[in-house]
């Protein structure tokens, strides 16, 4: 037999043609294994077998007690809850109550110390003649008493000036403010506490020509002279009172 000779080229060619059969093949092997290995099925979990269900048992008497108690308790809690809600919703109602009744003087209040109240001075006015005239003005209108906003306009004061002096008034014991609901807004009425002594009231006093004006101190026992038991004071009194009753 006649060995053919093939030449390099050719050889090389199949060799290459060869090595790619190889892997192809084995590619295809991978993948069946692949396929059934997936097939198989897994063997299925014996399904647990169904708990018997015993007897109930009868309670017992201290586990009656024990779950007499939980009840107790837990009906405290929901009466302690109630209660709790009850003031918190009283507490927010309060609050918003306050809110709606608030004023500028509740805000003045906070904002300045007692002393910067009592103290309050507006710039170039006679504190005490302004505290004077406005004391007459508010004791004209006696226990009724004045809205605050009147008297502003009547002194032309600004809102801010007028509530400061209102609170200086009340702090020093002159006045009183009561909270007043007017036209749906709320607002103060001043009532006079102290009304100021006027000078005619004095005119007709039996002590500015009393001849023992000297010696009367209200410490004398009787019958040294005292406004105490003197009867020309009371007899001035009484008249100015039946005066001012006409
Ligand atoms: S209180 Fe009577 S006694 Fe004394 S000064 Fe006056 S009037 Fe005179």
């Known amino acids: 037999m006649v060995k053919k000779e093939i030449d390099p080229e050719t050889a090389s060619q199949i060799k290459k043609e060869l090595a790619e059969l190889r892997t192809q093949l084995e590619i295809q092997k991978k993948t069946k294994k692949k396929q059934a290995k997936s097939k198989q099925v897994k063997p299925k979990k014996k399904p647990a077998k169904s708990k018997q269900v015993k007897p109930k048992k009868k309670p017992t008497k201290a586990q009656l007690e024990k779950a007499k108690k939980i009840a107790k308790a837990e009906r405290e809690k929901a009466k ?10 009283e507490a927010e109602a309060k609050a918003k109550k306050e809110a709606a009744e608030r004023t500028h ?136 009172f039946s005066k001012k009753k006409k």
């Open 80 to 89: 302690k809850e109630a209660q709790a809600e009850k003031e918190k919703a």
């Open 105 to 240: 003087e509740d805000d003045l209040e906070e904002q300045f110390s007692d002393e910067q109240i009592r103290n309050f001075q507006i710039e170039k006015m006679d504190m005490d003649k302004l505290t004077n005239k406005v004391c007459e003005i508010i004791a004209d209108y006696e226990d009724n008493g004045m809205l605050q906003s009147d008297l502003w306009k009547k002194l032309k004061l600004n809102s801010r000036d007028g509530s400061r002096l209102a609170l200086r008034l009340e702090r020093r014991g002159l006045i009183t403010r009561e909270k007043i609901l007017k036209k749906g807004r709320w607002t103060y009425k001043l009532i006079i506490e102290q009304a100021p002594i006027k000078l005619e009231s004095l005119i007709d006093s039996p002590c500015l020509t009393c001849p023992v004006e000297q010696k009367c101190d209200f410490e004398n026992a009787y019958p040294e002279p005292s406004p105490l038991h003197c009867q020309l004071i009371e007899d001035w009194v009484a008249v100015d």
